[in-house]
Antibody
Framework: EVQLVESGGGLVQPGGSLRLSCSAS????????MHWVRQAPGKGLEYVSA????????YYADSVKGRFTISRDNSKNTLYLQMSSLRAEDTAVYYC??????????????WGQGTLVTVSS | EIVLTQSPGTLSLSPGERATLSCRAS???????LAWYQQKPGQAPRLLIY???SRATGIPDRFSGSGSGTDFTLTISRLEPEDFAVYYCQQYGSSPTFGQGTKVEIK
């Protein structure tokens, strides 16, 4: 059974930093791209970032480019999102998401339960 | 960036009725990269349909997807009580985007 468990969320002041982690199990983590998707309270889904299976390629939405860094440790089956220069508009539930893989990449077949990040003074 | 517009915003129906949800793209989308998700309150989204018309693992056959180019549809043939939720379409063109969602509520 695929499981994705996020951690690291919490309350942070504007301009602060936070690192999210996602522990994966139930599939060959090193074979799949992974993603972060967020959802502001009461709002829709917003795509955040992606990383290839070996970590060699990354992608960021314009809204977080230059402030967030995605990474992974395939030896630990763990995905990370380092967030810095946080703003109030970054307040959201952050979901760790598994890529569907070939032949339909960039489709999200498993989601974690999410971790809430609140940016407020 | 491809913008996805979902309609209607809210659909009020009774159990057993048919639901038809629309997703329109601002530019043509490859069918391979069009998906639908269901989200219930307090839960993470769940993949329903990928490749515009393929059901994900474990999804009942009352859910079906169709469409191509800029117009896509999710159909729920007979609404079950557990189907009342918010539905999102998603595409990957040059960058992944989601529609704003359609809420299917009990009439």
């Amino acid at each position: 059974e695929v499981q994705l468990v996020e951690s690291g969320g919490g309350l942070v002041q504007p301009g602060g930093s936070l690192r999210l982690s996602c522990s994966a199990s139930g599939f060959t983590f090193s074979s799949y791209a992974m993603h972060w998707v967020r959802q502001a309270p009461g709002k829709g889904l917003e795509y955040v970032s992606a990383i290839s299976s070996n970590g060699g390629s990354t992608y960021y939405a314009d809204s977080v480019k230059g402030r967030f860094t995605i990474s992974r440790d395939n030896s630990k089956n763990t995905l990370y999102l380092q967030m810095s220069s946080l703003r109030a508009e970054d307040t959201a539930v952050y979901y760790c998401v598994k890529d569907h893989g070939y032949p339909t990449p960039w489709i999200f077949d498993y989601w974690g339960q999410g971790t809430l990040v609140t940016v407020s003074s | 960036e491809i913008v996805l517009t979902q309609s209607p915003g809210t659909l009020s129906l009774s159990p057993g009725e048919r639901a038809t949800l629309s997703c329109r793209a601002s530019q043509s989308v490859s069918s391979s990269y069009l998906a639908w998700y269901q989200q219930k309150p307090g839960q993470a989204p769940r993949l329903l349909i990928y490749g515009a018309s393929s059901r994900a693992t474990g999804i009942p056959d009352r859910f079906s997807g169709s469409g191509s180019g800029t117009d896509f549809t999710l159909t729920i043939s007979r609404l079950e009580p557990e189907d009342f939720a918010v539905y999102y379409c998603q595409q990957y063109g040059s960058s992944p985007t989601f529609g704003q969602g359609t809420k299917v509520e009990i009439k």
